[in-house]
């Protein structure tokens, strides 16, 4: 597995030797994975939605719509 290095202050790393039972190698590969996997969602979501000619009002709008049916069908599975 390859490695990295990074810079973090000071304090930061202090704070981090009073929590020796964490494995801060271990946080820190599952938050990069979820950061890479977010960026890569939007990258798609990004193709996918260049040739869109819905207005960001109209998306606004789908989206609560969306949002609303869904709260609807899981307070109706008793959620």
């Keep these: 597995m390859p490695n990295i290095t990074i ?3 000071e304090e930061l ?3 981090m030797d009073v929590l020796p039972e964490l494995n801060w190698s271990a946080i820190i590969r599952t938050w990069l994975a979820e950061k890479v996997k977010r960026a890569l969602l939007l990258k798609r979501l990004d193709t996918m939605l ?3 000619e ?3 009002e109209e998306c606004l709008r789908l989206g609560e719509k969306a949002k609303a049916s869904m709260l609807k069908k899981y307070k109706a ?3």
Aim: aromatic share 6%.
């Design 13 to 15: 790393k202090r704070n």
């Design 77 to 79: 599975e008793g959620w």
């Design 7 to 9: 810079a973090i202050p």
């Design 50 to 52: 260049e040739k869109s």
């Design 54 to 56: 819905l207005t960001e």
